[in-house]
């Protein structure tokens, strides 16, 4: 409820419902439309209460953030997925008793760990 979550943070519940009016915060609604806060909203709060108490940062800035961070871990998540089928799929394409193939995938993985190639020299054109 909104009084125990204003007590708790030490926030004026006006300044929970403006989080609220903002679209900061979307806590959900009992039956007598009484604000329920989730866990996750209250950890969404704490991260508001972090930027704008700890870090100076408007409401304005915070929405930016808030978005990004959510943007952030689709994208995240996106990779997981990516990752996971990538590695079922050479899973499945590798055949253990194959002894070349399994040398193929440990080289993919050494690259994979050494990162991204270093730039090629440009060739000096020949007269």
Known sequence: MISAVAEKYEIHPQ???MYEREGLLKPSRS??????YTDGDLQRLEVILELT????V?????????????KMAAMQAQIEQFVA??????????RPEDPGDRHALMRVAQVEEAGPAPPRQARKARA
């Open 85 to 94: 089928e990538l590695n079922r799929e050479l899973t499945r394409k590798v």
């Open 53 to 56: 108490r700890e870090l100076g």
């Open 31 to 36: 039956d007598g439309n009484t604000r329920l």
């Open 15 to 17: 300044t929970l419902r």
């Open 58 to 70: 408007n409401l304005a800035g915070v929405e930016i953030i808030l978005n990004m961070r959510e």
